[in-house]
């Protein structure tokens, strides 16, 4: 994707061309500012690995195949595969078969930066001798597959275990009517569902699940007999979609304020601030519920909602300047390419300038108050 100037508006429909975690390795990149989600995976290894448990195994001498949708451009991924691939390795081995060779796919929008995401890779970062030196090592093949997983992606009957961690919140698209300001659902003033009308919140929750709905019939196309799905995505405790818990925090409050500073200070109008809206959606555990038992495709082994705790990492709490950097970044991180296309680099730098020093103002509050809610949900074939 490419953007000049401070007028870019990218349409709806072409969210999925450009939408990504932030690239590369520097301060705002997603690579830097994915730690709290790497704590809040650790802390539900033990549920994947229940999951793992529940998997058939086929003959060692078929390839097994691991498939993380929505991998991003970080290490969590990768840590991630290789715990599945040792654990799945274990059992074989626990009833005295050599494993099976293991194919692992990391998928997601064409936009995201693979580049960063293969040079992270162990056996990929140094130069092409030591690769080539360490490849006999490596306990898995590795491949990217491009595109969107509200979609097909692979052959049927192709893949023992589908992992995605993060991702389902984010929608296909920004639901419509809520940028149409002749729309009962026009989310007048803000960038985000929370606190939004019951309008706007009800075509929120219409387009999560016409997405969840789509991703699980083509996983139930995808998957083998005897496969698993295990998948975690921000939810939230209240029955109220316009509620968002922590993502209405992350979003809902100092980056709403922020674009409604550029519009006070002339920088933007206020028909440009609403033409842009974060498409996340974080559901109840019911909404979530019964997108599945209505696509029947699935069982569900597993169904809860686990406390994952706060998306802000700081060495040093007390520090409100840390904290208002931490905020920032992590917004930016997520978001800052939608924001990058709507209104420019120069425009989206002041934007989560004014995240920062609101934050920082803030940061007890904050540190207090934001936490997030994930759905873990794990699914086998019905």
């Given at each position: ?40 995976a ?59 060779e ?40 590795v ?14 009957r ?38 939004a ?81 974060i ?41 409100p300047?840390?904290?208002?950097r ?22 989206s ?17 904050l ?16």
């Amino acid at each position: 994707m490419a953007s000049k100037g401070d007028n870019v508006i990218v349409p709806g429909t072409k969210l999925e061309k450009f939408l990504c975690m932030k690239g590369g390795r520097g301060e705002s990149s997603y690579a830097s500012n994915s730690q709290a989600q790497a704590l809040h995976a650790r802390s539900m290894l033990h549920l994947l690995e229940e999951t793992l448990d529940g998997v058939k195994l086929n003959s060692p001498e078929i390839p097994f195949v691991v498939v993380d949708l929505g991998c991003s451009s970080g290490t969590n991924t990768i840590n991630i595969i290789e715990v599945i691939v040792k654990h799945i390795s274990k059992r074989y081995e626990a009833v005295g078969y050599e494993p099976p060779e293991f194919l692992a796919f990391f998928s997601d929008l064409p936009s995201n930066d693979f580049n960063t995401l293969f040079q992270l890779f162990p056996n990929y970062g140094g130069s092409m001798e030591e690769c080539l030196a360490a490849d006999s090592h490596r306990s898995y093949f590795v491949a990217g597959v491009p595109g969107s997983f509200y979609r097909r992606l692979f052959p049927s009957r192709s893949v023992d275990v589908f992992h995605s961690a993060f991702c389902l919140h984010w929608l296909s698209q920004v639901p419509e009517g809520v940028m149409d300001r002749r729309s009962t659902a026009f989310n007048r003033g803000r960038v985000f569902i929370h606190g939004a009308g019951e309008a706007t919140a009800g075509a929120y929750k219409k387009q999560f699940q016409a997405d969840l709905a789509g991703f699980l019939r083509a996983r139930a196309t995808e998957m083998k007999r005897g496969g698993s799905m295990f998948l975690v995505c921000l939810g939230r405790t209240s029955v109220d979609p316009s509620d968002q818990g922590g993502a209405g925090i992350l979003f809902g409050t100092h980056f709403q304020d922020a674009w409604d500073d550029l519009v006070q200070e002339g920088l933007i109008s206020d028909e440009k601030r609403d033409a842009f809206n974060i498409p996340v959606y974080a559901p109840s555990l019911q909404e979530f519920k019964e997108v599945v038992e209505a696509n029947g495709s699935f069982t569900i082994d597993r169904l809860q909602v686990v406390k994952g705790g706060s998306p802000l990492v700081v060495s040093h709490p007390d520090d409100p300047a840390e904290v208002g950097r931490a905020m920032a970044n992590s917004c930016k991180s997520v978001a800052g390419v939608l924001v990058d296309a709507h209104i420019g680099d120069r425009l989206s730098q002041e934007l989560f300038l004014r995240v920062e020093r609101r934050a920082e103002s803030r940061a007890n509050e904050l540190l207090e108050q934001l936490e997030f809610f994930h759905i873990v949900a794990s699914l086998s074939l019905a």
